[in-house]
Each structure stands twice: as structure tokens, then as C-alpha cells.
């Protein structure tokens, strides 16, 4: 696979299908489908409740480090250096916190409006610097001089023949001379035990489907880049596997559609709830959630082809309990048309 090398122009991607907006706006994204399998009630609040989230020094860490490796490859091919992504750090912070305010909330002193140095400036460049490692590590794995992304932070979505549209952001998307393609994604944790993955793998498969579907190649290689430990995990999806996860999302849609019928969106506690922002609405932790918001309700049929046969082929073969378990006698009338997520 010759895609560490500048493709020259022939080489960018056919354009994706145009995309007809569906008459009841229905979308998953991976992150959203994540949640769900990890927490339907967790799902609930992020997609239909749609409530705040304070940003952490962690989150936002990763999407500053994403923002300068994303800004790097505007830069001529010999001037992506380690030193010029260190010195992107500091103007792309501006940039992002002058965009989103509230991200410097995390580094104002209490009381202080203007968020002047002090101890919160202290934290600041405490926290920046903690992002310069993870910029270090990025060329431990790859050499920037010798890639030409064809795209960055793409926006990729698709409508199934079911009418589910799947959509979400692809960090970057790398196709050669012969048209591979790659799709590569930035992680700023370490990288998973093998067990979990195929957890790990569910985004970019996620993304691979939807490049399939739209562009008719099955992308080459899926990437991910662990930037907290060096590590990288590539993978080879095949076109059969891709046809099976699509029935694994139809499956958690319906899945969705069930749980959305019933008013039923059943906390799931884990160990991702030390980190949840909403666990004082969570039954699990003595909360009570705030009642199913009246404008996210609409009518229309449902994923009629994700009963539960295709639960029992495609749920397993993701090996993902959860799927299985969640899309038992799933078979709704309504579901819901306001799930527009990231
Ligand atoms: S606290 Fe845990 S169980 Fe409750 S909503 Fe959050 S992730 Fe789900």
C-alpha cells in the first residue's frame, strides 16, 4: 500500500454522492451509537435531552492537539516539523477559545471575567504544556514530510437504503496514487488492551461503511494513532465485514427506535460513570432524569429490515453483548426523528 507520499492531484478522491435530505431527520454518529451501547440512558441524555457537558482539560486537550495536527499539513511538506507543531500549539489555543469561550472557563481564576494570569495562567500553561508530549509522540509514528492528506476533519455522511443516515468526522483521509484509501484517526489516550480492539475499531469501521457506501471503494487500511503511548493499530476491513456492520447499526437503530417507543432509556453504571457529567439525574446514583423533551418526538416507520434476525448474524459477529441484549424484540412504530448528533 503506497500512501506514505505525496499523492499528486489525480489522485483526490471521486466526490461523495450528493446527499438527499431525508424527509424526517434521523442520523447516528459513532460517538452517539457508542454511548448508547455503553449507556442507553447516557445515549438519552447526550442525543435527545441534549444537555451541557462542562468541556475538561482532558477533552479539550485532545481537540487542541487534533486542531494543530490538522493545521500541520497546511504547512509545505518540509517545514512539518516537530518544532512547527509545537509552535502551532499556543495561536491554535487562541483560535479555539476566542471560537468557544467556554473552554477558557476551565483556567479563570473564580471571579475573574478577564481570566488574567495567575494561578489559573499557571494552570493554563501547566495544561498546554502537557499537550507538547503528545505532539512528540505523533512523530514517533509518522512522518508528516512524506504524506499529502486528501482530506482533513471531513465531514463524511450517507443515507442506508433503510433511511438511517449515518454521519460523523473523519480526522484524515490519506489516498494514493492508485486510489487506496486510508483512514486515519488521532487518539490522545493509550492505546486498548487487545481485548477491547474491536471496541476501538467499531469508529473507523463506522467510517469505512460510510466511505464504501458513498465513494464505492472499501477503504484499504483503517489507522489509529495512540498519542499517549506510541502505539498504532491498523486494520483491513472487508467488504463483507462492512455489509455486517451495517446490519449491526441497523440493529442498534431499531435498537434506539425500541427504546425511544417504550421511554425506556435504562442506565447501564460502568466504569465510565466516574467520568459522566450527568450522574445526578442518574437512577443509578439516587438522581431522577428530567421528562423526554416534547419537540424531539416525531412519527415515522421504523428500520423494518433490523428485526431481529439480523441482530442474531450481524449483533455477535461485532461481538458487542450490548447490541444483542438492547435489540431483543425490537420492533417499534415510532421512533425518534430528533437524534441529530456530532
Ligand atoms: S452515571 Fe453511568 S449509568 Fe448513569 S447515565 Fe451516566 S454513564 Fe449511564
Known amino acids: 500500500m503506497e500512501i506514505d507520499r505525496p499523492a499528486p492531484e489525480h489522485s483526490a478522491p471521486a466526490p461523495s454522492l450528493p446527499l438527499q435530505s431525508?424527509?424526517?431527520?434521523?442520523?447516528?454518529?459513532?460517538?452517539?451509537?457508542?454511548?448508547?451501547?455503553?449507556?442507553?440512558?447516557?445515549?438519552?441524555?447526550?442525543?435527545?435531552?441534549?444537555?451541557?457537558?462542562?468541556?475538561?482539560?482532558?477533552?479539550?486537550?485532545?481537540?487542541?492537539?487534533?486542531?494543530?495536527?490538522?493545521?500541520?499539513?497546511?504547512?509545505?511538506?518540509?517545514?512539518?516539523?516537530?518544532?512547527?507543531?509545537?509552535?502551532?500549539?499556543?495561536?491554535?489555543?487562541?483560535?479555539?477559545?476566542?471560537?468557544?469561550?467556554?473552554?477558557?472557563?476551565?483556567?479563570?481564576?473564580?471571579?475573574?471575567?478577564?481570566?488574567?494570569?495567575?494561578?489559573a495562567g499557571a494552570t493554563l500553561a501547566l495544561w498546554l504544556e502537557s499537550a507538547r508530549p503528545l505532539l512528540g509522540t505523533y512523530f514517533t509514528l509518522e512522518d508528516p514530510t512524506r504524506l499529502e492528506p486528501a482530506e482533513r476533519e471531513q465531514l463524511v455522511e450517507v443515507m442506508l437504503p433503510s433511511?438511517?443516515?449515518?454521519?460523523?468526522?473523519?480526522?484524515?483521509?490519506?489516498v494514493s496514487p492508485r486510489g487506496d484509501i486510508r483512514v486515519v484517526d488521532y487518539k490522545t489516550g493509550?492505546?486498548?488492551?487487545?481485548?477491547?480492539?474491536?471496541?476501538a475499531l467499531f469508529q473507523l469501521k463506522f467510517y469505512a461503511l460510510i466511505i464504501w457506501r458513498t465513494r464505492g471503494v472499501v477503504p484499504r487500511q483503517l489507522r489509529l494513532l495512540y498519542l499517549g503511548d506510541g502505539d498504532l493499530l491498523t486494520y483491513a476491513p472487508a467488504e463483507a465485514e462492512l455489509a455486517r456492520f451495517e446490519r449491526t447499526l441497523e440493529?442498534?437503530?431499531?435498537?434506539?427506535?425500541?427504546?425511544?417507543?417504550?421511554g425506556d432509556f435504562r442506565p447501564s453504571?460502568?466504569?465510565?460513570?466516574?467520568?459522566?457529567?450527568?450522574?445526578?439525574?442518574?437512577?443509578?446514583?439516587?438522581?431522577?432524569?428530567?421528562?423526554?423533551?416534547?419537540?424531539a418526538v416525531m412519527e415515522f416507520?421504523?428500520?423494518?429490515?433490523?428485526?431481529?434476525?439480523?441482530?442474531?448474524?450481524?449483533?455477535?459477529?461485532?461481538?458487542?453483548?450490548?447490541?444483542?441484549?438492547?435489540?431483543?424484540?425490537?420492533?417499534?412504530?415510532?421512533?425518534?426523528?430528533?437524534?441529530?448528533d456530532d
Not at 440493529?251 to 417504550?262: K, M, Y
Not at 450481524?314 to 441529530?340: F, H, I, K, M, P
Open 22 to 119: 431525508p424527509p424526517c431527520a434521523r442520523a447516528l454518529s459513532p460517538s452517539r451509537a457508542s454511548d448508547f451501547k455503553t449507556c442507553p440512558l447516557l445515549y438519552r441524555f447526550r442525543a435527545i435531552d441534549r444537555l451541557a457537558e462542562p468541556p475538561s482539560p482532558a477533552a479539550v486537550r485532545g481537540t487542541l492537539v487534533h486542531s494543530v495536527l490538522e493545521r500541520l499539513f497546511d504547512l509545505p511538506p518540509a517545514q512539518r516539523t516537530r518544532a512547527a507543531a509545537q509552535a502551532l500549539l499556543a495561536p491554535e489555543w487562541e483560535r479555539l477559545s476566542t471560537e468557544a469561550p467556554e473552554l477558557a472557563s476551565m483556567f479563570r481564576d473564580p471571579g475573574d471575567e478577564a481570566g488574567a494570569p495567575g494561578d
Open 269 to 295: 453504571p460502568g466504569p465510565l460513570c466516574g467520568w459522566c457529567s450527568h450522574q445526578s439525574l442518574c437512577p443509578s446514583f439516587g438522581g431522577t432524569p428530567p421528562p423526554m423533551p416534547a419537540g
Open 163 to 174: 433511511g438511517l443516515r449515518l454521519r460523523g468526522f473523519v480526522d484524515r483521509l490519506d
Open 251 to 262: 440493529a442498534l437503530w431499531a435498537a434506539i427506535a425500541r427504546a425511544f417507543e417504550l
Open 190 to 199: 493509550a492505546s486498548p488492551r487487545e481485548a477491547f480492539e474491536g471496541k
Open 301 to 340: 416507520p421504523t428500520v423494518g429490515a433490523a428485526g431481529d434476525g439480523a441482530v442474531d448474524r450481524a449483533g455477535d459477529r461485532a461481538g458487542d453483548g450490548a447490541v444483542d441484549r438492547a435489540v431483543n424484540g425490537a420492533a417499534g412504530s415510532t421512533v425518534l426523528a430528533s437524534v441529530l
